[in-house]
């Protein structure tokens, strides 16, 4: 069965980066396109980035252009979200989904959280 588990998230200082994983099993990952959600408390879950199955286009929501970067390993099954210059307003749970037809496929989450 499909399963997707993020790593990575922590407490950061504004300003600060990090690095997250989603490592994906269950389905053929390099076919696929690969995406990261966030959701912080009270608000709708939106879109990050996304990324083509062979990863050569991407796309980002404008809030975080220029300070994030999504990239993937096709032969260790893995997506990865490069966060640098990280703001309050980026403290969230973060989630990387699979589409799949006719099913949407999600991780369990992980927080980031940035705090001085």
């Known amino acids: 069965q499909v399963q997707l588990v993020e790593s990575g998230g922590g407490l950061v200082q504004p300003g600060g980066s990090l690095r997250l994983s989603c490592a994906a099993s269950g389905f053929t990952f390099s076919s696929y396109a690969m995406s990261w959600y966030r959701q912080a408390p009270g608000k709708e879950r939106e879109l990050v980035a996304a990324?083509?199955?062979?990863?050569?286009?991407?796309n980002y929501a404008d809030s975080v252009k220029g300070r994030f970067t999504i990239s993937r390993g096709n032969a260790k099954n893995t997506v990865f979200l490069q966060m640098n210059s990280l703001k309050p307003d980026d403290t969230a749970v973060y989630y990387c989904k699979l589409s799949r037809r006719p099913y949407d496929y999600w991780g369990q989450g992980t927080q980031v959280t940035v705090s001085s």
């Open positions: 990324i083509t199955p062979p990863g050569d286009s991407t």
